[in-house]
């Protein structure tokens, strides 16, 4: 396969709206009128394929045209459900990014503990006693 028919290929392939299987019929049609065209012309050039069968927009279009309505329907439904899960996901991380940074519980707090040592031992006497014992003097 030439070049310019394997770019003029990929390009009505681009332009394809539908499903994979329905896809891959069409492309086989494709392939069949390519490969009829190349027996005709064996180097055709861009200018010879657009002459052909048009601008690649134009032939996908074409070729969609023998896809019935409810393989059209299904892949509008496919791809709008594609795109609502995907809103969805996006709105899901920005409610957990945003209760992540404001709503999270305060970072882990350090707790400073006294110990006084009596007689060789050790032990603890808790802030509140000492502050307790100031406010009695």
Same mark, same amino acid.
């Given at each position: 396969m030439k070049v310019a028919m394997t770019r003029y290929r990929r390009e009505v392939r681009r332009y394809l709206r539908c499903g994979r299987a329905a896809k891959r019929r069409l492309e086989e049609h494709l392939t069949g009128l390519l490969n009829a065209f190349s027996e005709e012309n064996p180097a055709p050039d861009r200018a010879a394929l657009e002459a052909a069968f048009g601008t690649s927009e134009e032939l996908a279009a074409t070729l969609m045209e023998e896809l019935?309505? @409810? @393989?059209?329907? !299904?892949?509008?439904?496919?791809?709008?459900?594609? !795109?609502?899960v995907c809103v969805v996901l996006v709105l899901l991380l920005a409610v957990f990014s945003i209760y992540t940074f404001f709503f999270k519980l305060k970072p882990n707090e350090i707790t400073v503990y006294e110990f006084t040592y009596a007689n060789g031992e050790e032990f603890y006497i808790p802030d509140s006693s000492i502050s307790a014992d100031n406010a009695q003097e």
């Open positions: 019935t309505p @409810e @393989e059209r329907g !299904r892949w509008k439904k496919q791809k709008l459900a594609v !795109r609502v």
